[in-house]
Structures are given as structure tokens and as C-alpha cells.
């Protein structure tokens, strides 16, 4: 597996470590759960993987490309690992909050190896151009791709830990 991928799994072990039914039950009703982070998380990398295979299925970049101020942003987050607090999530990664901590991790053990399988794929056909389209900032190559999940991760992570 990729080393930023592999980061991201070892974090979510890490932070959801011992969790048990708790970690379902929202603390704050304005704020996601452990579980629902951790599938707000795999939904991510899910739509990643999908991106990259419907390049693979149709031989070419589906990107549109970037404004500038989604090229400022994307290099405040690929470059200096900043993701900036209280951005409302894209509608397709918000959790359902149907799925307990050890079924959610399954699923994202389970997304991030097919994350890693298309990412190989997508860079052995298409080789470093922008290939899928970020939902705020616009056109990512593979390997900026799996730099934001691992930015992301980081970022969840620490709401997880927090909530526990």
C-alpha cells in the first residue's frame, strides 16, 4: 500500500483503538461521531478510487481543471499540510451514520485497498497528469490525491481523538 495510504489506516487504528458502542452515540448533536468521521473518511476514499477507475474505464482524465484560487488552496493543503477548519462537507461524503465503528472499519480497511489499486493503476496509464476533479479544489494528479487523503486523515484524526 501506498506510504500516505498505509499512514492513514495506521492513524484511524490508532485513534479508534478500544472503541466500542460509544463511539456511535454523537456527544454534540452538532457534531459527527467517531463512527461517522471514520465513514465521512471511507466515503472519501471510496469516491477517490471511483474517480481514478472511471478514468481507467473510459482512457482519460475526467478533470476540468483549476481557478486560482483553487490552485492557492490546493497548495496550502498538498504543500503545507494546512486543511483549513469548518468547510462543510461535499453532500456525497457525509456519513449515514448507519454503521457502527468495526463495520465503518472494515469498510475503510477494505476502500483504502481499492484506493491504492486504482491509484497504481491510474499513475501506470496516465502518469502524473490532473485526472479527477476535487469537489472545492478542483483537478488532482494521483499523487496529490493521496497527499489530501493523508492531510485529511490528519485532520479527522485529531477530532477523533478529541471525541474519545
Known amino acids: 500500500m501506498h506510504p500516505h495510504l498505509a499512514t492513514c489506516l495506521t492513524l484511524l487504528v490508532d485513534a479508534t483503538r478500544g472503541g466500542g458502542p460509544e463511539c456511535s452515540t454523537r456527544k454534540d448533536p452538532r457534531q459527527w461521531s467517531v463512527a461517522e468521521v471514520v465513514e465521512h473518511l471511507q466515503r472519501a476514499y471510496l469516491g477517490t478510487a471511483k474517480g481514478f477507475e472511471r478514468c481507467l474505464d473510459k482512457q482519460t482524465p475526467i478533470a476540468t481543471g483549476q481557478s486560482l484560487k483553487q490552485q492557492v488552496a490546493s497548495f496550502a493543503l498538498i504543500r ?85
Open 80 to 164: 503545507l499540510g494546512y486543511f483549513p477548519p469548518g468547510r462543510e462537507a461535499p453532500k456525497h461524503v457525509i456519513p449515514t451514520g448507519e454503521l457502527d465503528l468495526t463495520a465503518v472499519m472494515d469498510a475503510t480497511r477494505r476502500d483504502l485497498e481499492r484506493l491504492d489499486a486504482a491509484a497504481v493503476k491510474a499513475r501506470a496509464a496516465f502518469g502524473g497528469v490532473k485526472l479527477v476533479d476535487h469537489p472545492v479544489l478542483g483537478a488532482f494528479t494521483v499523487d496529490q490525491w493521496l497527499k489530501f487523503h493523508l492531510v485529511h486523515t490528519r485532520h479527522h484524526e485529531k477530532q477523533i481523538r478529541a471525541r474519545r
